[in-house]
């Protein structure tokens, strides 16, 4: 229904700057069929937590003197991504664990100890093995985990995601979400046709 063009335009909206070769792609560009960095994925990601905000990335938020003589500061910039109603689709689909419960099982993406948080959870893997994706997050915050060798050969053992990169995300965000209040999603949603 959408198309390459739409496909590779949404994915621009959303941050994603380096599928710039439009001849590469086919149809499976929507399944995960091209190349990005991992900040930008955890940054388009973010829209969805944001309620279809997008906002600018930084990874500094303040450089100051020893004086306290602000050199650099970060200043919030955001963009309508996408409407409020589908990041809150997403959100739903994403977080529905008795959905997932078929691959991962019945506690495959839940994190011990933090029962009432809500964590909608990604995951990809390619068909050579090379890459596994882990991306979650809370109405708080995003974290990515890329799993892989950083020469681009295959894993061994074929390296899911499951299997590579989701105990590596779950360890992380135990860890986190120690220090991250409660947050939940919005669930009105409506469609407007």
Do not use: C
Request: charged share 20%; hydrophobic share 40%; proline share 5%.
């Amino acid at each position: 229904l959408a198309g390459i063009n739409d496909s590779l335009k949404t994915a621009m909206d959303f941050g994603i700057t380096t599928l710039t070769e439009r001849s590469r792609y086919g149809l499976s560009l929507v399944l995960g069929g091209g190349e990005v960095k991992l900040a930008e994925l955890v940054n388009a990601y973010s829209v969805f937590a944001e309620d279809g905000l997008k906002h600018k990335q930084s990874f500094i938020l303040k450089i100051a003197t020893a004086k306290n003589k602000v050199l650099e500061e970060y200043h919030n910039q955001e963009d309508v991504v996408i409407e409020p109603q589908y990041a809150r689709l997403i959100n739903d689909i994403l977080s529905d664990n008795v959905a997932r419960t078929p691959l991962y099982g019945p506690t495959g993406l839940l994190i011990p100890g933090f029962p009432d948080h809500q964590i909608g959870v990604k995951t990809g893997t390619t068909n050579d093995y090379r890459d596994a994706w882990t991306i979650g997050y809370t109405p708080s915050f995003v974290v990515g985990v890329w799993a892989g060798n950083n020469n681009n050969q295959p894993m061994v053992k074929k390296g899911s995601s499951i299997l590579a990169a989701v105990p590596i995300w779950k360890a992380f965000m135990q860890e986190a979400l120690k220090n991250i209040p409660v947050g939940y999603w919005v669930y009105n949603i409506e469609i407007r046709r």
